[in-house]
């Protein structure tokens, strides 16, 4: 990500809370596994919030995003084509 210009020093992972799906408008979960998770917690009427990170990818789409720790250094520079591609269109979907 550093190669890229992404400074990621100041992010910490978190477990979802009860007051995230009240507070933020759009909660993304990487996998099935983890969106299933989140859908099984989130109150019904926030479950809307709660998308696949790359059902917003055009390339990707359908996939899940994948470890990035099994792949070594390729594995890592995958991921984030990934995650650019989903943000892209994300941001595009923000603007409306």
Do not use: T
Request: proline share 3%; hydrophobic share 40%; glycine share 8%.
């Amino acid at each position: 990500a550093g190669k890229r210009g992404y400074d990621l020093s100041s992010l910490r992972a978190r477990q979802v809370g009860a007051r995230d799906f009240s507070e933020f408008d759009l909660i993304l979960a990487m996998d099935e596994d983890n969106y299933q998770n989140l859908l099984r917690v989130c109150p019904e009427a926030h479950r809307h919030k709660v998308r696949l990170f790359l059902s917003f990818s055009r390339r990707y789409r359908g996939q899940e995003v994948p470890d990035p720790y099994y792949g070594g250094a390729q594995g890592f520079d995958l991921v984030l084509d990934v995650v650019e591609d989903a943000a892209a269109e994300i941001i595009d979907w923000l603007r409306g």
